[in-house]
């Protein structure tokens, strides 16, 4: 507040404008992926696996929860051995990359300005202005901008094996163990019923939790997921149930 010294009046300074900040979940896929994957392979392959097994007509307790707890360590398994392997060759091809393009700052830097100054024209950029945004992002961080802007790489969407591996495979038994106990509580007769009716929630609930997590709408996600469970464990259980023997 300030005094006039006209009219001996206070004059009210305008508020200060607040700090506009917006909030992305981008940042949030690289784990959200393997997790909502690791997830739903858990529940949909480990129910439908119990489901075929208890379907088939020679098949006791004892093989339904064998079957399902092999299921459970052999997929969580080879959820991190898969991740591990597909992300870690992402990582490989964007390392290669970054090193390709460190050699082209190092040999043509002007020539690599030129590139950069491209790019921001085609986004709409006038030719001066992107011209002197090149050459500031140069000098500031040229790898970094070509990096982002060229390959289209950034920290937040970073390939990390480890991460992926590990979420994937912990995801995978968080969805898988549900179904394995349910077997392994409720009589032999009404398994493939019981187990059907824990995986559709299951499903429903990933799908409300990954649509949440990731900022998308909930009925698409919890459909999605819903609908391939189904048919998953319905061809798995007619299999199962047309053959009447125990895998």
């Known amino acids: 507040m300030t ?62 929860l064998l079957a399902g707890t092999a299921a459970l360590v052999g997929g969580a398994l080879s959820m991190a051995a898969g991740e591990y392997v597909s992300v870690s060759s992402q990582s490989d091809t964007e390392r290669a990359d970054l090193a390709r393009e460190r050699n082209e700052l190092a040999r043509a830097p002007e020539q690599e300005t030129a590139e950069l ?18 050459e500031q992002m140069m000098a500031h961080d040229a790898l970094g901008a070509h990096a982002r802007d060229e390959l289209g790489l950034s920290d937040d969407l970073a390939a990390r ?61 919890v459909v999605r997921v819903t609908f391939w469970g189904a048919i998953a464990m319905g061809v798995t259980g007619a299999i199962g149930h047309v053959f009447g023997t125990a895998i």
């Not at 921001?120 to 090149?134: D, L, M």
């Not at 995978?172 to 019981?194: E, K, M, Y």
Request: aromatic fraction near 4%; proline fraction near 6%.
């Open 3 to 64: 005094v006039n010294q006209a009219t001996g009046g206070h004059d009210t300074a305008p508020p200060a404008d607040p700090v506009f900040t917006e909030h992305h979940l981008v940042h949030r896929t690289g784990w959200l992926r393997a997790a909502v994957l690791g997830a739903n392979d858990g529940i949909i392959s480990v129910s439908s696996l119990l489901v075929g097994v208890a379907s088939a007509s020679g098949a006791t307790h004892g093989s339904v």
């Open 117 to 134: 100054a491209a790019i921001y024209i085609s986004r709409g950029v006038t030719p001066e202005v992107a011209r002197q945004v090149a």
């Open 161 to 221: 094996p480890v991460q992926a591996a590990l979420s994937s495979a912990a995801a995978f038994t968080v969805g898988a163990v549900v179904p394995v106990l349910i077997a392994a509580i409720v009589p032999r007769d009404i398994v493939s019923v019981a187990v059907s009716v824990a995986a559709f929630v299951l499903l429903a609930v990933l799908g409300v939790l990954g649509a949440k997590a990731g900022g998308a709408r909930v009925l698409p996600a």
